[in-house]
């Protein structure tokens, strides 16, 4: 399983922008898909993941801000970010989970600058 992730870069305070991840293999369909992220210095923390069924869960801080959503056809996880804010600077990695297994991408660099 390959998950690679795009859609990072800089921008600007209350911009927005929208990450993708794209699966290989065949078990995008019953995985939890999530996002995480590291800021320098900090630990790696969930922000928001969808489920096999269509729920989503997200972190406090983005509730209202950041959309997840996937397409099961085109094996993809996708982040709406809007309204950011420069504490939304991070390396951001797509995560999929299945029964005893765990998958990581490569991680993308998202700067807000205020």
């Known amino acids: 399983v390959q998950l690679v992730e795009s859609g990072g870069g800089l921008v600007q305070a209350g911009g927005s922008l929208r990450l993708s991840c794209a699966a290989s293999g065949s078990i995008f369909t019953t995985a939890v898909m999530g996002w995480y992220r590291q800021a320098p210095g900090k630990r790696r923390e969930l922000v928001a993941q969808?489920?096999?069924?269509?729920?989503?869960d997200y972190k406090d801080s983005v509730k209202g801000r950041f959309t997840i959503s996937r397409d099961n056809a085109k094996n993809t996880v996708y982040l709406q970010m809007n309204s950011l804010k420069p504490e939304d600077t991070a390396v951001y990695y797509c995560n999929a989970k299945i029964p005893a297994n765990d998958y990581w991408g490569q991680g993308t660099q998202v700067t807000v600058s205020s």
């Open positions: 969808i489920f096999s069924g269509g729920s989503t």
